[in-house]
């Protein structure tokens, strides 16, 4: 067991480019999330995955925001046109999960995106 | 919906006291509770968690809290601090039966060990 993984860990880009990041849940596990957080606040729940389906998505996550899990194992957001309010660390965390109380999210390290 | 509230953005405790960090929920359905740490630029670690088993949840690195229906609290303690437990603490929930398993934090509390 590797654990949750996320690629870049660290990400600076101009206001206006795209950027994508990857997370590698932990094998098996079948709900995926991600988060984002900013300085000084808690995660805040942007979307998650059960297998390949995406069931929920929060209001933060504008249409600039896109996330996908084709397989049922890894998944990547892109952030389009970025703006430097989208400067934040975005988390990604897996679960295997058969009921609520089951739902243990599992978090990765991370990527922190800069926004110039 | 549901909501978190953590008292105290910063805490400071000398080595060997007690620690308390105080959470409070907010939930129109039973809920699932869960501290977390997180180190400096590192993800989240699961301390313990809470699902309507034990009212007295013991987790890892001696840590442990309490669910109190009556006062909507969850607060987490240890007897006695470490340095190594300098970190960031967030208390979150999920609304168990509501349909959803998003995680709704708290905005954290930063804990300071003074040797």
């Known amino acids: 067991d590797t654990g949750v993984s996320q690629n870049p860990r660290h990400k600076i880009t101009k206001r206006g480019q795209n950027v994508t990041f990857r997370c590698d849940p932990i094998?098996?596990?079948?709900?995926l999330y991600w988060y984002r957080q900013t300085l000084g606040q808690g995660p805040e729940f942007l979307t998650y995955?059960?297998?390949?389906?995406?069931?929920?998505k929060s209001r933060l996550l504008s249409d600039r925001f896109s996330a996908e899990r084709p397989k049922g194992s890894f998944s990547t957001l892109e952030i389009q046109r970025t703006e430097q309010g989208d400067s934040a660390m975005y988390l990604c965390?897996?679960?295997?999960?058969?009921?609520?109380?089951?739902?243990?999210?599992?978090f990765g390290p991370g990527t922190r995106l800069t926004v110039l | 919906a549901q909501s978190v509230t953590q008292l105290g953005s910063h805490v400071s405790v000398s080595e060997g006291a007690l620690v308390l960090l105080r959470c409070n929920y907010s939930?129109?359905?039973?809920?699932?509770l869960f501290w977390y740490v997180q180190y400096p630029n590192q993800g989240l670690q699961l301390l313990l968690k809470?699902?309507?088993?034990?009212?007295l949840v013991k987790g890892i690195n001696g840590f442990e809290a309490e669910f109190k229906k009556s006062e909507t609290s969850f607060h987490l303690t240890k007897p006695s601090a470490h340095m190594s437990d300098a970190a960031e603490y967030f208390c979150?929930?999920?609304?168990?039966?509501?349909?959803?398993?998003?995680?709704?934090f708290g905005k954290g509390t930063k804990l300071s060990v003074i040797p």
């Open positions: 965390a897996s679960s295997l999960a058969r009921s609520a109380n089951t739902d243990t999210q599992y």
């Open positions: 094998s098996e596990h079948n709900r």
């Open positions: 995955f059960q297998n390949e389906a995406q069931l929920e």
């Open positions: 939930s129109s359905v039973p809920p699932y």
């Open positions: 809470y699902t309507s088993a034990a009212t």
């Open positions: 979150a929930v999920i609304a168990a039966g509501a349909g959803s398993y998003q995680l709704t």
